[in-house]
Each structure stands twice: as structure tokens, then as C-alpha cells.
């Protein structure tokens, strides 16, 4: 390679590392801007549910949907009487 080539090459990487570490800040930016909505999410979800961890409310989720189930049986049982 000669002197052109390899200051062409040189200028080619130089740029992509640049627009590499552009990318890499706007990466970041979103990665936090994730990271704010889903602890804005969880928070909502502790007030709504009344508890004060996710795993809380995913149990009374859980037991919800199961007395809904039993519900809805018990009012499919009474309509086919």
C-alpha cells in the first residue's frame, strides 16, 4: 500500500469510529431513558396493586385471574341450569 492508500484507509476508520461513538451515546441515552420508564412503570404498578414490590403484585395478579376463572365458572354453571 502506499502513502494515499493508507491515509485513505486512516481517514475511513477514523470516521467510522466516530460515527461508532456517536451511536454509542445515543445508545446510552435511550438505555436510560428505558431504564426511567420501566421504574416509572414498577412504581405505578406497586401503587396500583398496593404493594411495595413487583413480586407482590404479580402473587395478587395471579390470585386475581384465579378468583376470576372461579367466577366466571361459577356463573357458566348457573346459566346452564
Known sequence: M???ELQTK???LSDGL???RLEKAKL???LDTLIKQKDTAFNK???LANVSS???AEEKLVK???KLDELAKEAEE???E
Open 2 to 4: 502506499n502513502s494515499n
Open 10 to 12: 486512516f481517514k475511513n
Open 18 to 20: 466516530g460515527n461508532l
Open 28 to 30: 446510552e441515552a435511550n
Open 45 to 47: 404498578i406497586k401503587e
Open 54 to 56: 413487583i413480586e407482590e
Open 64 to 66: 386475581l385471574k384465579t
Open 78 to 80: 348457573l346459566l346452564n
